[in-house]
């Protein structure tokens, strides 16, 4: 796998982030229930589809620094951003935000967060185990399959009121997407002549997009949101095949329309994802008052209220930084 930085990769995050923003911003739109179905699925198959292990480094060494790095990216502004978004400050407040899963931050907090703690034990679970894989190579794939089967065990039903500590049931669940993409790489790599030619790329796009589609109706289409965040799979094989099919049909969309612009800010989709809420309310309230009373459309406004909400939290994040990096994982 080459070690440059695949701008395509970037732009398919920057997509990624759109739809999670959309999917946020009208929670009655049939859209909404559609891009819920792989909206947040796609980052963790882009990082699998990206992720390559050190072979020179120990599992020590890995939990050492790697584990440091992810703690200043991901945990600090997460702790920040709790305690600021936070309704409270007491110590009951304090038990929630340290739980780290969605349900606990439903108490006190903004619960979008939750993506920040299950991402850090999914990214930290994935490379140890490629790590220690390189060595005992049955480990990745039994390692994978068995936190599979975690994850469907410990679904939305079989959870405590407060889920499971940083959410690691549904982390297990994108150590299993990430290893999909990891495959749907390799895949890549060898069949380089599905991605290169435009027609074929095009006609893989809408393969893969008609696959998708069908996995979603399957799985309860619109009658059913399927909620990663929770643990609400639906039926759980259809959840995976929705999810891959609509992420890799996403993945070549943003082959296609790669460009700089998008590749910039889908560099920074963590920053994006932590304030986005803050701009939707806004842009919802002025959206509720200047188009909604004339054109009364759900999928129209999430649509309008997520482009534009994207836009402004792409706009803001050079002033945050300038107030504090450590808000958007960029500790000095």
């Given at each position: 796998?080459a070690?440059?930085?695949?701008?395509?990769i970037?732009?398919a995050?920057?997509?990624?982030?759109?739809?999670?923003?959309?999917?946020?911003?009208?929670?009655?739109?049939?859209?909404?229930?559609?891009?819920?179905?792989?909206?947040?699925?796609?980052?963790?198959?882009?990082?699998?589809?990206?992720?390559?292990?050190k072979?020179?480094?120990?599992?020590?060494?890995?939990l050492?620094?790697?584990?440091?790095?992810?703690?200043?990216?991901?945990?600090?502004?997460?702790?920040?951003?709790?305690?600021?978004?936070?309704?409270?400050?007491?110590?009951?407040?304090?038990?929630?935000?340290?739980?780290?899963?969605?349900?606990?931050?439903?108490?006190?907090?903004?619960?979008?967060?939750?993506?920040?703690?299950?991402?850090?034990?999914?990214?930290?679970?994935?490379?140890?185990?490629?790590?220690?894989?390189?060595?005992?190579?049955?480990?990745?794939p039994?390692?994978?399959?068995?936190?599979?089967?975690?994850?469907?065990?410990?679904?939305?039903?079989?959870?405590?009121?407060?889920?499971?500590?940083?959410?690691?049931?549904?982390?297990?669940?994108?150590?299993?997407?990430?290893?999909?993409?990891?495959?749907?790489?390799?895949?890549?790599?060898?069949?380089?002549?599905?991605?290169?030619?435009?027609?074929?790329?095009?006609?893989?796009?809408?393969?893969?997009?008609?696959?998708?589609?069908?996995?979603?109706?399957?799985?309860?289409?619109?009658n059913?949101?399927?909620?990663?965040?929770?643990?609400?799979?639906?039926?759980?094989?259809?959840?995976?095949?929705?999810?891959?099919?609509?992420?890799?049909?996403?993945?070549?969309?943003?082959?296609?329309?790669?460009?700089?612009?998008?590749?910039?800010?889908?560099?920074?989709?963590?920053?994006?994802?932590a304030f986005?809420?803050?701009?939707?309310?806004?842009?919802?309230?002025?959206?509720?008052?200047?188009?909604?009373?004339?054109?009364?459309?759900?999928?129209?406004q999430?649509?309008?209220?997520?482009?534009?909400?994207?836009?402004?939290?792409?706009?803001?994040?050079?002033?945050?930084?300038?107030?504090?990096?450590?808000?958007?994982?960029?500790?000095?």
């Amino acid at each position: 796998m080459a070690d440059f930085r695949l701008s395509y990769i970037d732009t398919a995050k920057f997509l990624a982030i759109w739809f999670v923003i959309i999917s946020h911003s009208c929670m009655k739109s049939g859209i909404c229930f559609f891009l819920f179905a792989f909206h947040v699925q796609l980052f963790f198959m882009l990082y699998g589809y990206v992720h390559k292990t050190k072979r020179e480094q120990s599992l020590i060494q890995y939990l050492i620094v790697g584990g440091k790095t992810l703690f200043y990216r991901v945990l600090v502004p997460y702790f920040l951003l709790a305690f600021i978004l936070g309704v409270q400050i007491s110590p009951n407040s304090i038990v929630h935000i340290a739980y780290g899963s969605i349900q606990s931050l439903g108490f006190i907090t903004s619960t979008h967060l939750w993506f920040l703690p299950c991402y850090f034990v999914a990214v930290l679970l994935y490379n140890s185990l490629s790590i220690v894989g390189e060595k005992v190579k049955w480990l990745m794939p039994v390692g994978v399959v068995i936190l599979t089967i975690i994850s469907v065990y410990f679904s939305n039903e079989r959870v405590p009121k407060m889920g499971m500590p940083f959410g690691f049931n549904v982390a297990c669940s994108g150590i299993t997407l990430m290893y999909i993409g990891h495959l749907i790489r390799v895949i890549l790599d060898k069949s380089h002549k599905l991605i290169v030619n435009k027609i074929v790329l095009l006609g893989n796009t809408v393969l893969l997009m008609l696959f998708g589609v069908l996995f979603f109706n399957l799985n309860g289409g619109c009658n059913h949101l399927t909620a990663m965040s929770y643990g609400n799979y639906g039926n759980y094989i259809y959840f995976i095949l929705s999810s891959v099919f609509l992420g890799s049909a996403t993945l070549l969309i943003a082959k296609m329309i790669d460009n700089s612009l998008f590749a910039k800010y889908g560099k920074l989709t963590l920053p994006i994802y932590a304030f986005h809420l803050l701009v939707v309310g806004v842009v919802n309230m002025t959206y509720n008052h200047i188009i909604a009373p004339y054109l009364e459309s759900y999928n129209l406004q999430a649509i309008v209220v997520g482009t534009v909400s994207l836009i402004v939290t792409c706009a803001i994040i050079p002033a945050i930084r300038a107030i504090d990096s450590n808000l958007i994982g960029e500790h000095k």
